[in-house]
């Protein structure tokens, strides 16, 4: 699924934000919709919130905190009072603003009044992640990138390759892609 041999755990998590920036970027224009006004098909945000708690959250956060934070662990990176901690806390953060947005998107179902709750926590969540990525991209990882053999990133990206397998489920993540896609061309 990953591309052989060589690719390190890193660059699949470093592939993975691509796709979640992406993301951001389609619920920035979602949010100036809702903004001005204008109508947003609850559909969609049940789609987006579905993206960013399945594949943000359980997926992506999921892989980094059973799998890589522990491993970094073990090469002797604190988890208390060091980057991995920060990350942690952040993943929380998030958790947070997406159950924000689902509760103003179940609000607004029926009342529109509920949109600048979703705005809030959509622009929280999106100025949280941008920081988190970044912080992950170019701290976390190449320490990560540091501490870690080749052997041990390879065994990374087996069970990365069994998370999106048994707990995702198959096809999962290319539906994500491709809803990626059909958002960011609703909202262009």
Known sequence: MYGGDGVKATEVLMHEHEAIKEMLEVVGRVCDRLESGRQVPVEHLEQIIEFLRVFADRCHHGKEQDLLFPAMQEAGIPA????????????????GFIAGMAEATERYRKNAAAAPAIGRNARAYISLL??????EDNI????ADERLSEKKQQ??????????????????????HHLIHRLSEAYS
């Open 80 to 95: 208390q009072g060091g980057p991995i901690g920060v990350m942690l806390a952040e993943h929380d953060m998030g958790r």
């Open 130 to 135: 941008t920081d988190h990525i970044f912080k």
């Open 140 to 143: 976390l990882y190449p320490m």
């Open 155 to 176: 065994e990374l990206v087996a069970e990365f390759e069994r998370v999106e397998r048994e707990e995702i489920g198959p096809g999962k993540h290319e539906e994500f």
